[in-house]
């Protein structure tokens, strides 16, 4: 029987206030202007690769287990009953409320209409981080946290059956550090794809720039977003020409200073994760390492064990040799009154048959084919 796909949503607004909404696609679709497309890329039912994407009016978070629509003024989180996205929405709730900040209260009388449009100019430039940012932040936040507190299990683990391993080599063994294998390739693999996304962010200081919604908005209901071409540098001709298509923003509103350096932090801490498991992967090859070595050293072993039983077989054969032929049921004249030849037999097949075997092995040790 087949489950249908959550439609479950939670919608977080700038002061913390949270509703459980019952949204299909289309609905979703209706209120935040977004493509169907992006609406894939966070469908569970769909393996769509990690992504950061800015669009117009919304950014398109799919990282790990975290899937979401982040606007000016609202984060729209799928699944909130999940028990890895409750914590996300609890640190939303708290951190997205700013205090109230008034911009030049009790001033906007006292100046001219014709400084309407510095006022104007000036209620844009945000003292926080925007309302985006801030969603962003503890989106990444809790994706790091959740691979790096994953990483250290996996460490808590992994270390103490590597080193029983080393200890006790068994089929038990051998099986638990296979299976902490596994999971340390798909959690590497998760990582990689993290980090691969913001290294890539980090890189394209366009895309970096569709970030920032805010300052989109702003640019778009400001009067001056029109002539926002003329303050571009002639040095820079195809970054106007892509701003110019977009709302026409000055050279000073294309500064992401802002936001590298907030990815640069989640960067380095989802840098931090792979470095530890990279480190338990050079262990872990260590310790296979040791264990080929051990199991090399035993196989060598029961090499010498073999060619010690085979040339005893040798020797063995050489004096049945000679009790196989003084058995034979041929009269000889000298088996009449001569009985002391026996003890003469038995003595010089011994002799001959021990230094045969001692002469195989002394040519192995001086050959190397066995220790000293």
Request: include cysteine.
């Amino acid at each position: 029987m087949k489950t249908g796909v959550s439609r479950s949503w939670i919608l977080v607004d700038s002061k913390g206030e949270s509703s459980i909404l019952d949204l299909d696609k289309y609905a979703i679709m209706k209120r935040v202007p977004i493509h169907a497309r992006d609406l894939r890329i966070l469908d569970p039912l769909l393996s769509y690769p990690s992504a950061i994407l800015g669009r117009e009016k919304a950014i398109v978070l799919n990282l790990e287990h975290i899937k979401a629509i982040i606007t000016t003024d609202e984060v729209l989180l799928r699944d909130p009953l999940d028990d890895n996205v409750a914590p996300v929405v609890e640190e939303l709730q708290r951190r997205l409320p700013l205090p109230a900040i008034g911009f030049g209260e009790g001033e906007d009388d006292d100046q001219p209409a014709v400084n309407g449009t510095q006022n104007e100019m000036q209620t844009v430039e945000p003292t926080e981080f925007p309302f985006e940012f801030r969603a962003l932040e503890v989106a990444l936040e809790g994706v790091c946290s959740y691979l790096d507190t994953q990483t250290r299990e996996l460490e808590t683990a992994a270390y103490p059956a590597l080193d029983e391993l080393t200890s006790k080599i068994s089929s038990r063994n051998l099986d638990r550090v296979r299976k902490l294998k596994s999971a340390m390739t798909r959690l590497t693999s998760r990582v990689q794809k993290v980090r691969d996304d913001l290294e890539q962010l980090l890189e394209d200081d366009d895309d970096m720039a569709d970030l920032y919604l805010s300052r989109k908005v702003a640019g778009a209901s400001s009067p001056l977003s029109g002539q926002g071409a003329l303050y571009w540098s002639p040095d820079s001709p195809k970054l106007l020409s892509k701003t110019s298509k977009i709302s026409g923003l000055t050279q000073e509103e294309t500064d992401v200073e802002e936001l590298e350096m907030l990815l640069e932090a989640y960067f380095v801490q989802i840098e931090s994760t792979m470095n530890k498991l990279r480190t338990l992967r050079e262990y872990i090859d260590d310790t296979e390492d040791y264990i080929n070595i051990q199991l090399d050293n035993h196989r060598n072993q029961l090499i010498q064990l073999e060619l010690f039983l085979s040339s005893g077989t040798v020797c063995l054969t050489v004096y049945s040799l000679v009790a196989a032929i003084f058995g034979m049921n041929i009269p000889y004249p000298w088996r009449k009154d001569h009985g002391y030849i026996f003890k003469w037999v038995v003595m010089l097949a011994g002799i001959a048959s021990a230094s045969i075997f001692l002469s195989i092995i002394s040519y192995a040790r001086h050959k190397g084919l066995v220790g000293s």
